[in-house]
């Protein structure tokens, strides 16, 4: 972990929450987290549930608050779509974009995200770019081929200047809630790739400052070994983000390892 990265705890909690659901558990988060704030924590809630989070985390400079998704336009006729001024006005920091799940069941292709990852840097929130490759994918050897497409896809007519307000998560489809994680030196592996790439894009010096997380399965039994490691620089949390205590123990565990 290079000393120019913070590390970034950030929960994506998919379809599940109402607005109380949210209520009470951004509560119990800023309780279990107390005044640790040594590490970025991000909250991922439901469009649904974003004007209730920005009213509990108010008060809080310990967490800040992110979406989901958006639309790349800024505005007009898209039923059903949210575009990032919409965000901002509820206080969003960050936005996740090409999801592997968004890339599967909505189709969204390289080029559909990466003019959201424009706007988004455009209005000034912060994307995590999701890359990452499916079971088939790694079993005949083409992991990084497909990560390098997708990364290089979602970083077109990106400026050097706004490149360290991205983040890149790596996210191996296969290791998604199935249980199944990729081993810290798996992980790693692919992450320098990523760094690589990032340095040869934007250069060592602007490479070097973006952080770039981990997305597949990390729970508070498997994160010290993953966030140990050089070029993870922290979660992209799905199921463990639901409950406080859980998603709290990763913090402590970036905390662990930053120190």
């Keep these: 972990m290079s000393n120019n990265r913070k590390y970034l705890i950030a929960g994506n909690w998919k379809m599940n929450k109402t607005s109380a659901d949210a209520e009470e558990l951004i509560k119990a988060i800023l309780l279990e987290l107390g005044d640790k704030n040594g590490v970025s924590v991000v909250v991922c809630p ?6 209730t989070g920005a009213k509990v985390l108010a ?8 979406a989901q998704n958006m639309h790349a336009k800024a505005s007009g006729a898209y039923t059903g779509e949210i575009s990032a ?13 090409g999801h592997s799940e968004r890339r599967e069941y909505f189709s969204e292709s390289d080029e559909e995200i990466n003019e959201k990852v424009l706007a988004a840097l455009e209005s000034n929130l912060k994307p995590i770019l999701c890359v990452g ?4 994918e790694r079993e005949s050897g083409d992991t990084l081929k497909v990560v390098e497409t997708q990364l290089l896809g979602g970083l077109v007519n990106v400026p050097e200047d706004k490149a360290d307000q991205v983040v890149i998560a790596y996210e191996p489809v296969w290791a998604i809630g199935t249980g199944k994680t990729a081993t810290p030196e798996m992980a790693q592996e692919v992450h320098a790739a990523i760094r690589v790439l990032l340095r040869d894009r934007f250069g060592k010096a602007t490479g070097d400052k973006i952080r770039i997380l981990y997305g597949g399965s990390m729970k508070p039994e498997n994160a010290d070994g993953l966030l140990a ?7 992209l949390i799905g199921g463990a983000s639901l409950d406080a205590k859980s998603f709290v123990k990763l913090v402590e565990s970036a905390a662990k390892a930053s120190a």
Excluded: W
């Design 59 to 66: 008060e809080s400079s310990n967490v800040q608050l992110g």
């Design 46 to 51: 439901p469009y649904t549930s974003l004007e």
């Design 85 to 97: 001024a919409m965000l901002r006005q509820l206080y969003v920091n960050f936005v996740i974009l």
């Design 133 to 136: 490759e499916k079971l088939e």
């Design 229 to 235: 490691k050089e070029d993870i620089d922290g979660g």
